[in-house]
C-alpha cells in the first residue's frame, strides 16, 4: 500500500467517526425537558512509509505503517424545555480553579498555624 494510499485510508476512517453524534449524543426525555448530552471532540492520525533497499540495489525495501486516535471529553447538557432552551455546563473551570486555590490556602494556613 503506498503512502498516499494509507494516509487516505486513515483519513476516510476516522472521518467516518466524526460526525455530529460524535459530539451531540443521544436526546434523553423526562419531566418535560429533554437533554441533550455535548463533548468536545479531537481527532488525529498519521502515516509513514518507506521504500528502496538499503546498500545493496538488488534488495527490495519497502515499509509503512499509522496510526490515529481522538479523545472526547464531555462538557456539557442542552436542555430544551418549554420555556427555553439553554447550555448547561458540567463544570465551571473559574469556580473549580478558585475551590483549589481557596483549599490549598487553608491548608497552608493552617499547616503554619499548627507549627506556631
Known sequence: MSSLAL????KESILGEASVKAVFGEPIS???KTVIPVAKIAFGYGAGAGAGGIGD???RGEG???GGGARAVPIG???VSDQQTRFVPISDRKKLA????AGVGLGMWLSWRRHR
Open 57 to 59: 540495489s538488488r534488495t
Open 98 to 101: 478558585g475551590a483549589i486555590l
Open 77 to 79: 447538557v442542552v436542555e
Open 7 to 10: 494516509l487516505q485510508s486513515l
Open 64 to 66: 509503512g505503517g499509522g
Open 30 to 32: 423526562a419531566q418535560g
